[in-house]
């Protein structure tokens, strides 16, 4: 199965428990395959080092560069197709739906509700971590 996963739920995965870290576990263990561009690591990149996070990368003994060279690893980069304004919210979104595009997903991963509110873009479902977790469990 194509995956893409929002930053938000990326972030999730590397840094907590729970569904999130399920799905980065899944692609681990080749269940599925996820895939990620320039753009989306350039969020994550941007977004890990943040003040709120500090707490979590020192329990963790790892840094933010750490983590994101690793998840690089895990995804396969691909170049994001180009597509129009999507989401007028948050326009970096876009970059979230231009990845699925692009990589052909059969679903996109976000905890974020400008995309779930979506429900799906250009016949790629949008849904949760917990969601797509169900889905590989049946």
Wanted: glycine residues 6%; hydrophobic residues 55%; contains cysteine.
């Amino acid at each position: 199965m194509h995956v893409v996963v929002d930053t938000n739920t990326v972030v999730s995965g590397l840094l907590w428990h729970g569904a999130p870290r399920q799905v980065l576990d899944a692609a681990r263990v080749g269940r599925l395959a996820l895939y990620t561009s320039a753009p989306l690591l350039a969020e994550l990149a941007e977004v890990l080092p943040r003040p709120k996070f500090a707490q979590r990368l020192a329990l963790a003994e790892v840094t933010p560069q750490t983590l994101v060279l690793g998840y690089a690893v895990l995804a396969q980069l691909i170049v994001p197709a180009t597509i129009g304004p999507v989401v007028e919210a948050d326009p970096d979104d876009d970059a979230v739906l231009a990845c699925a595009v692009a990589a052909h997903a059969e679903v996109i991963v976000s905890g974020d509700s400008d995309l779930l509110d979506l429900e799906s873009y250009e016949g790629i479902p949008i849904i949760t971590a917990a969601q797509l977790m169900a889905r590989l469990a049946s």
